[in-house]
């Protein structure tokens, strides 16, 4: 038989709802497998070890009991902790919050516990979401499960790693700026941003409002899938939600879409792109054509990647990306002062501005307090209109490139970062350097549409490599339904790090 | 030059912060109440935890909608919600929800009846929904205390033009307002609860040998009463006029700009508030958590109709229509149900200046007694209309007209069963107002001679005569019946 460890969600509550296995067995399993591999990988902030196991035993209690089981009754999960839970704390990785418990709980974890749904634990992120490696982490860096020495990506990290490591069936992350989808691509696993509004806010920690969403981390897009339709759909206590209904992508993802047209921008396939992740991404367009898909050149003409004379990289996508979110982060890490709850300096204070300014200084990390100075200055007054109100209007171009590439295509095949995963401290000493990791996501999140990274292939050093598949609002049924085509196709499906094999 | 052809004018704009009476406050589902135990109307989105978010009360954006429209403002069709960055202990997201550069309503103008009996339209620039803030408690030496039942309470901020030249009119606009708001049945309007409160700019423009000079703007922040008000801006013009006549040059708008000024209540005088070093810069930015607000026509327009008429246009409609004076006029609409009470009386067949003279008298007197509106005196517009009626038909007098209101206002009943029932119905049989005529020519001689001797006296004496039947017929007999028979029996 094969390990517990190697069933996906779906095939691991086929096996519980027919009685193969019990949630407990498959709780216990997972744990066991934490206890083994966390201290190499370190994806966790913290393990529910009791309570998932006394909600598993619920699920076995319920179904011997007759009573009907819900999509994900057993499937054992990993939450990120910007998410909150009134069970244990919701730390965002940050000192701010190191005790921080919730008394509610966020709409898209409620959703997956009244499926079935087993949380195991709250993964590690860059501080308050902010990064692109894990390394940002107030606490301590997480590590690839295909190279310890590498990141794991960001700020997602602790959800791609632990998914990777077969410490869970699945996660949930949160993307900003490609928070979900280049950690699942540095991780080997499918990761979705679902389209602005799809999925209810209530209950993440926000970092950029306007562009975070809650997104699936997975073994495979079936999984990815079944996630999503148990997380959308409008929720009144998040006025971003929009009231649309949600579809049975499991019922539709095995169902090839006939003369798909998969749209390749070239504006992202330039000198800046690794030529290894080059090679693999028209790889799969070649597997797609060979699967009867259209290829199609389109233009994202703002969402360019131009190099300088010193060779650097700039896009238009990333600067907006970042004056945008941080000017929305400025004032959503406004709250964190030490006055009502959170991190309150332990020295004597003279005023009120020092008790702010000391409990701040001391509770944020380096870039949390990198981002907030930059937000509170664009938004400064004299600067709004050459920053923030730009950066606006950017963003409504990079939307417009979008829906005219949409005109001629119906998906967008695209890389999910510029590199594989790289080394721990590679980037940490050039904030900049680091910000490019997201050069090919960030565009996604300005303009509200679904993105889905795929592992695309396996690279020469051994590290996976991903591509994105990119779709207009609410299209993410076509995502699924051509990202399994190409799992289908030949693509690589369900990798697990050598180094993890139970 | 002489001081005597110095021209002073005062220019004065008010902003009035308006609560709205919300079952629940803007943007979460906490009771909107004050005076309760701290923190006890509270939740995780007022109090601004982590991962929650607002969720807009449609109640309150449309009692804002209300008085922008009867305010005569344009309300716009697209609308949305800024943050206003400042860090304060009541505040818990250190950002306000308010709204900066698309206001709800704009550019409408109140009718502000003056003391002299005209009226000055005070132009409104514009009317914007926001937030409110919690409130600190500084009742401890050792800590200061943050009450957070406040925050989030909806706040209309109304700003006006500088259109006020004296005293008496920045008093009659904000009492206008007071009188708007409670008439649209949006806000209590109490100030005692803080659900009004104010804050003047204020300077001069001094003309002086063919110059204007003109004083620094001083904004006072944050008046909770009328009489604060009327201190505050009497205060700063005979303040500011005398800073100016000290430095002519050197006090003026161009040198120093704008102040702020806080009013000290006890003293009764305002005082110099430092800036902090830097000016504040409130970094506003449109909120990503909360959708643009889409006023369609057919929402505005039901909203509209919902206003009817306005206190100025009624008061016009008793003075012409009812034929009271100014005085009872504006007395009958100072709120909305106390002039619907007469309207409804009238259009029962009642008379209305007698339905006025009761409302007015005892009404008046009842209410004033226990501080509420005449409408909350308890009479209803059928009973007022009956007891009009009943007047007018001689079938009691005014005096049994007023123990009946006010037996009305304690226990209920039809008019006709209380006159009936504590005998105060009028006794007009001629049989026995004779009897009592008779007695009291009897009783009074001194007063009979006078009568009939035609002197100065005469007018005097018949009614000290009129007025011995009314005490012996105990209120009773009906006057114009007395009348007749005395002037009978005296021969007069």
């Given at each position: 038989?094969?390990?517990?460890?190697?069933?996906?969600?779906?095939?691991?509550?086929?096996?519980?709802?027919?009685?193969?296995?019990?949630?407990?067995?498959?709780?216990?399993a997972?744990?066991?497998?934490?206890?083994?591999?966390?201290?190499?990988?370190?994806?966790?902030n913290?393990?529910?070890?009791?309570?998932?196991?006394?909600?598993?035993?619920?699920?076995?209690?319920?179904?011997?009991?007759?009573?009907?089981?819900?999509p994900?009754?057993?499937?054992?999960?990993?939450?990120?902790?910007?998410?909150?839970?009134t069970?244990?704390?919701?730390?965002?990785?940050?000192?701010?919050?190191?005790?921080?418990?919730?008394?509610?709980?966020?709409?898209?974890?409620?959703?997956?516990?009244?499926?079935?749904?087993?949380?195991?634990?709250?993964?590690?992120?860059?501080?308050?979401?902010?990064?692109?490696?894990?390394?940002?982490?107030g606490f301590?860096p997480?590590?690839?499960?295909?190279?310890?020495?590498?990141?794991?990506?960001?700020?997602?990290?602790?959800?791609?790693?632990?998914?990777?490591?077969r410490?869970?069936?699945?996660?949930?992350?949160?993307?900003?700026?490609?928070?979900?989808?280049?950690?699942?691509?540095?991780?080997?696993?499918?990761?979705?941003?679902?389209?602005?509004?799809?999925?209810?806010r209530?209950?993440?920690?926000?970092?950029?409002?306007?562009l975070?969403?809650?997104?699936?981390?997975?073994?495979?897009?079936?999984?990815?899938?079944?996630?999503?339709?148990?997380?959308?759909?409008?929720?009144?206590?998040?006025?971003?939600?929009?009231?649309?209904?949600?579809?049975?992508?499991l019922?539709?993802?095995?169902?090839?879409?006939?003369?798909?047209?998969?749209?390749?921008?070239?504006?992202?396939?330039?000198?800046?792109?690794?030529?290894?992740i080059?090679?693999?991404?028209r790889?799969?367009?070649?597997?797609?054509?060979?699967?009867?898909?259209?290829?199609v050149?389109?233009?994202?003409?703002?969402s360019?990647?131009?190099r300088?004379?010193?060779?650097?990289?700039?896009?238009?996508?990333?600067?907006?990306?970042?004056?945008v979110?941080?000017?929305?982060?400025?004032?959503?890490?406004?709250?964190?002062?030490?006055?009502h709850?959170?991190?309150?300096?332990?020295?004597?204070?003279?005023?009120i501005?020092?008790?702010?300014?000391?409990?701040?200084?001391?509770?944020?990390?380096?870039?949390?307090?990198?981002?907030?100075?930059?937000?509170s200055?664009t938004?400064s007054?004299?600067y709004y209109?050459?920053?923030?109100?730009?950066?606006l209007?950017?963003?409504?171009?990079?939307?417009?490139?979008?829906?005219?590439?949409?005109?001629?295509?119906?998906?967008?095949?695209?890389?999910?970062?510029p590199?594989?995963?790289?080394?721990?401290?590679?980037?940490?000493?050039?904030?900049?350097?680091?910000?490019?990791?997201?050069?090919?996501?960030?565009?996604v999140?300005?303009?509200?549409?679904?993105g889905?990274?795929?592992?695309?292939?396996?690279?020469?050093?051994?590290?996976?490599?991903?591509m994105?598949?990119?779709?207009?609002?609410?299209?993410?049924?076509?995502?699924?339904?051509?990202?399994?085509?190409?799992?289908?196709?030949?693509?690589?499906?369900?990798?697990?790090?050598?180094?993890?094999?139970? | 030059?002489?001081?005597?052809?110095?021209?002073?004018?005062?220019?004065?704009?008010?902003?009035?912060?308006?609560?709205?009476?919300?079952?629940?406050k803007?943007?979460?589902?906490?009771?909107?109440?004050?005076?309760?135990?701290?923190?006890?109307?509270?939740?995780?989105?007022?109090?601004?935890?982590?991962?929650?978010?607002?969720?807009?009360?449609?109640?309150?954006?449309?009692?804002?909608?209300?008085?922008?429209?009867?305010?005569?403002?344009?309300?716009?069709?697209?609308?949305?919600?800024?943050?206003?960055?400042?860090?304060?202990?009541?505040?818990p997201?250190?950002?306000?929800?308010?709204?900066?550069?698309?206001?709800?309503s704009?550019?409408?103008?109140?009718?502000?009846?003056?003391?002299?009996?005209?009226?000055?339209?005070?132009?409104?620039?514009?009317?914007?929904?926001?937030?409110?803030?919690?409130?600190?408690?500084?009742?401890?030496?050792?800590?200061?205390?943050?009450?957070?039942?406040?925050?989030?309470v909806?706040?209309?901020?109304?700003?006006?033009?500088?259109?006020?030249?004296?005293?008496?009119?920045?008093?009659a606009?904000?009492?206008?307002?007071?009188?708007?708001?409670?008439?649209?049945?949006?806000?209590?309007?109490?100030?005692?609860?803080?659900?009004?409160?104010?804050?003047?700019?204020?300077?001069?423009?001094?003309?002086?040998?063919?110059?204007?000079?003109?004083?620094?703007?001083?904004?006072?922040?944050?008046?909770?009463?009328?009489?604060?008000?009327?201190?505050?801006?009497?205060?700063?013009?005979?303040?500011?006029?005398?800073?100016?006549?000290?430095?002519?040059e050197?006090?003026?708008?161009?040198?120093?700009?704008?102040?702020?000024?806080?009013?000290?209540?006890?003293?009764?005088?305002?005082?110099f508030?430092?800036e902090?070093?830097?000016a504040?810069?409130?970094r506003?930015?449109?909120?990503?958590?909360?959708a643009?607000?889409?006023?369609?026509?057919?929402?505005?327009g039901?909203?509209?109709?919902?206003?009817?008429?306005?206190p100025?246009?009624?008061?016009?409609?008793?003075?012409?229509?009812?034929?009271?004076?100014?005085?009872?006029?504006?007395?009958?609409?100072?709120?909305?149900?106390?002039?619907?009470?007469?309207?409804?009386?009238?259009?029962?067949?009642?008379?209305?200046?007698?339905?006025?003279?009761?409302?007015?008298?005892?009404?008046?007197?009842?209410?004033?007694d226990?501080?509420?509106?005449?409408?909350?005196?308890?009479?209803?517009?059928?009973?007022?209309?009956?007891?009009?009626?009943?007047?007018?038909?001689?079938?009691?007098?005014a005096?049994?007209?007023?123990?009946i209101?006010?037996?009305l206002?304690?226990?209920?009943?039809?008019?006709?069963?209380?006159a009936e029932?504590?005998?105060?119905?009028?006794?007009?049989?001629?049989?026995?107002?004779?009897?009592?005529?008779?007695?009291?020519i009897?009783?009074?001689?001194?007063?009979?001679?006078d009568?009939?001797?035609?002197?100065?006296?005469?007018?005097?004496?018949?009614?000290?005569?009129?007025?011995?039947?009314?005490?012996?017929?105990?209120g009773?007999?009906a006057?114009?019946?007395?009348?007749?028979?005395?002037?009978?029996?005296?021969?007069?």
């Amino acid at each position: 038989m094969t390990s517990i460890l190697d069933l996906s969600a779906v095939e691991l509550r086929d096996a519980i709802a027919c009685g193969e296995l019990s949630a407990v067995e498959a709780a216990r399993a997972y744990l066991d497998a934490i206890e083994r591999t966390e201290p190499r990988v370190q994806a966790f902030n913290e393990v529910h070890a009791d309570r998932a196991l006394a909600r598993a035993a619920q699920i076995d209690a319920d179904r011997a009991a007759g009573k009907p089981l819900g999509p994900l009754a057993g499937v054992p999960l990993a939450v990120k902790d910007n998410l909150c839970m009134t069970h244990g704390r919701t730390t965002c990785s940050s000192k701010m919050l190191a005790e921080f418990r919730a008394p509610y709980t966020a709409t898209a974890v409620a959703k997956l516990e009244d499926a079935g749904a087993v949380v195991l634990g709250k993964t590690n992120l860059d501080e308050f979401a902010m990064g692109s490696s894990t390394e940002n982490s107030g606490f301590r860096p997480t590590r690839n499960p295909w190279d310890l020495s590498r990141v794991p990506g960001g700020s997602s990290g602790g959800s791609a790693a632990a998914v990777a490591a077969r410490q869970c069936v699945a996660a949930l992350g949160s993307d900003t700026g490609g928070s979900i989808r280049q950690p699942a691509a540095f991780c080997g696993i499918v990761g979705l941003k679902p389209t602005y509004g799809r999925v209810s806010r209530f209950g993440l920690v926000a970092y950029g409002s306007s562009l975070d969403q809650i997104g699936p981390l997975t073994r495979d897009v079936t999984d990815a899938a079944l996630l999503t339709r148990a997380i959308a759909g409008h929720d009144r206590r998040d006025s971003t939600s929009v009231p649309r209904d949600v579809p049975d992508y499991l019922a539709s993802v095995n169902k090839p879409i006939e003369g798909l047209r998969v749209g390749l921008p070239g504006e992202f396939f330039s000198d800046a792109l690794d030529a290894e992740i080059g090679a693999a991404i028209r790889a799969a367009a070649g597997a797609y054509e060979s699967a009867g898909a259209k290829l199609v050149d389109v233009s994202l003409p703002h969402s360019r990647i131009d190099r300088d004379a010193d060779g650097k990289l700039s896009s238009y996508a990333v600067a907006c990306y970042y004056i945008v979110a941080m000017a929305e982060a400025s004032s959503n890490l406004a709250r964190y002062d030490g006055v009502h709850y959170g991190h309150r300096t332990a020295e004597k204070v003279e005023d009120i501005v020092e008790l702010f300014s000391r409990s701040r200084a001391e509770g944020f990390g380096p870039e949390v307090k990198r981002r907030i100075m930059l937000g509170s200055y664009t938004l400064s007054a004299g600067y709004y209109d050459a920053y923030y109100n730009k950066a606006l209007k950017v963003r409504r171009l990079i939307q417009n490139d979008f829906d005219r590439a949409f005109e001629a295509c119906d998906v967008i095949l695209a890389p999910a970062s510029p590199t594989p995963a790289f080394r721990l401290g590679e980037k940490t000493s050039d904030p900049l350097t680091m910000y490019l990791a997201d050069i090919y996501t960030i565009s996604v999140n300005l303009a509200g549409l679904p993105g889905l990274t795929v592992p695309a292939a396996l690279g020469r050093d051994g590290l996976p490599i991903g591509m994105q598949l990119i779709g207009p609002v609410f299209s993410e049924e076509t995502l699924f339904r051509a990202a399994r085509m190409y799992e289908q196709a030949g693509g690589v499906r369900r990798l697990t790090p050598p180094a993890m094999a139970p | 030059m002489s001081e005597t052809n110095e021209t002073i004018k005062p220019v004065v704009g008010l902003e009035i912060h308006v609560e709205l009476a919300t079952a629940t406050k803007m943007f979460c589902r906490c009771r909107n109440r004050f005076g309760d135990p701290p923190n006890t109307h509270v939740c995780p989105v007022c109090i601004g935890m982590p991962g929650v978010l607002p969720v807009m009360n449609r109640q309150a954006v449309e009692y804002a909608m209300k008085v922008g429209l009867a305010l005569h403002c344009t309300v716009a069709g697209f609308t949305k919600w800024d943050r206003k960055s400042y860090y304060y202990p009541d505040l818990p997201k250190n950002y306000q929800i308010s709204q900066y550069d698309l206001p709800l309503s704009a550019d409408g103008f109140l009718e502000v009846p003056l003391p002299d009996g005209t009226t000055r339209k005070i132009r409104v620039r514009r009317a914007h929904l926001e937030e409110d803030a919690g409130k600190n408690i500084h009742d401890k030496a050792s800590h200061t205390g943050v009450d957070l039942n406040r925050a989030g309470v909806p706040l209309l901020e109304i700003v006006s033009e500088p259109d006020m030249n004296a005293v008496e009119e920045v008093l009659a606009y904000a009492r206008a307002m007071q009188r708007l708001v409670r008439w649209l049945g949006v806000s209590e309007a109490n100030m005692q609860m803080g659900h009004m409160r104010f804050e003047p700019n204020i300077n001069l423009h001094i003309t002086r040998g063919g110059r204007t000079f003109k004083t620094p703007i001083c904004e006072v922040k944050n008046l909770n009463s009328f009489r604060a008000l009327e201190r505050t801006v009497a205060y700063e013009i005979q303040r500011q006029h005398a800073e100016w006549q000290a430095n002519p040059e050197g006090y003026s708008i161009d040198k120093v700009g704008k102040e702020n000024r806080g009013y000290d209540d006890e003293a009764g005088v305002t005082v110099f508030q430092r800036e902090k070093e830097e000016a504040h810069d409130y970094r506003y930015f449109p909120d990503p958590d909360l959708a643009p607000v889409l006023v369609s026509d057919e929402w505005r327009g039901g909203l509209a109709a919902q206003i009817g008429e306005l206190p100025l246009a009624r008061r016009a409609r008793y003075m012409e229509r009812y034929a009271l004076s100014f005085k009872e006029a504006d007395a009958l609409t100072q709120d909305a149900p106390t002039g619907d009470l007469l309207d409804t009386a009238v259009t029962d067949g009642a008379d209305a200046k007698r339905c006025a003279n009761l409302l007015l008298g005892r009404g008046a007197a009842i209410a004033n007694d226990r501080g509420y509106s005449i409408a909350e005196v308890g009479v209803t517009a059928g009973q007022l209309a009956e007891l009009a009626k009943m007047l007018s038909g001689g079938e009691v007098n005014a005096t049994a007209a007023d123990k009946i209101f006010v037996k009305l206002a304690e226990t209920g009943g039809s008019p006709r069963q209380v006159a009936e029932a504590e005998g105060l119905l009028a006794v007009s049989d001629a049989g026995q107002i004779s009897a009592w005529v008779d007695q009291a020519i009897a009783a009074n001689p001194k007063a009979v001679e006078d009568v009939r001797s035609g002197g100065k006296s005469q007018k005097k004496a018949f009614g000290f005569l009129m007025g011995q039947v009314m005490r012996l017929s105990g209120g009773a007999a009906a006057p114009a019946e007395v009348q007749r028979l005395l002037q009978q029996k005296l021969g007069s």
